[in-house]
């Protein structure tokens, strides 16, 4: 493979990660002519692209009476196909940068058990680390305040994931959430040591200046358009028809697209919603004052 630059996207749920991947896509010849490939997961346009995802899930979940053997079997086809799809990502161009995107890389946002923000990053990013052809020189994150972070990650996962308990019975634990922004980023720095930590706050940064920051292009070249696949917010109805459901007996985008006009789904009281950000606030402060990371926000 070329030398060049491995830029991952830790694309945090219901951060514009499918915005950004789906401009990523649309700019894929543009980017390339700039020497830039990028690589992004499914998403609601196209649900049948091989992903990192599949392949760090697949590791994780090796068992049976011989699990070094299978373990070693499964590592070197995730380790082929990563390779095989960074091939065609690069087919006929020497890339200076690879960009990996995929809001998966530190596993689920949260457990059913709602024990604090991404309870599997640890072991995911290790695991993620003997799948990448190269350590990364850069490691992107957009955070977003957990008041609405956390309402809109408990609805995408009540209907494309499914038998999810009601929000009430998590409540303590979603609402004081033992691990936040802080310690993702902490064990970024821990899995990722040389690589540079750049954190954006949704609500401050563009989403043009994180996709540019990303890409390291010239925004003259490329078409930063709103786009038009975008993942949007289960109603308060989707989320109710999806928990009398059985997991994978419907589709989750249609079960979206039927309740579309119905209520927000807003399950926080006024003490929580202030409670949160002023975690968020605090924890916003905390990054922005240390020195190994490149601050946005």
Known sequence: MNKRDLVLHVGAHRTGSTSLQWRLDANAEALRAQSVAVLT?????????????????ALRDVKGRFP?????????????????EIGKAESGTTTRRLIL??????????????????????????LLTRILPDTPSEVHLVIRSYESFIPSVFAMRAVYVGGMPPFDALRNTLTRPERGWVELVDLLAEVFPSARLVISRLETVSQEKVFLRLTDAKAETLDLETPSHLNAAPTLEAIQAASAMTPGSYS???????????????????????????????DCRRLSARPSIRWYG
């Open 68 to 84: 070094g053997f299978w373990y070693r079997r499964t590592l070197k086809r995730a380790r082929s196909t990563l390779e095989r």
């Open 41 to 57: 997961p499914p998403r609601k346009d196209h649900r049948d692209t091989p992903t990192l995802r599949d392949s760090v899930r």
């Open 101 to 126: 995107s995929d809001e998966m890389m530190p596993g689920v946002a949260f457990s059913k058990e709602g024990e604090g923000l991404y309870p599997e990053a640890e072991r995911h990013l290790n």
């Open 252 to 282: 989750p985008d249609a079960l979206v697209e039927e309740h579309a006009g119905g209520r927000r789904f807003d399950p926080l009281t006024e003490e929580e919603r202030g409670r949160l950000r002023q975690r968020y606030e605090t």
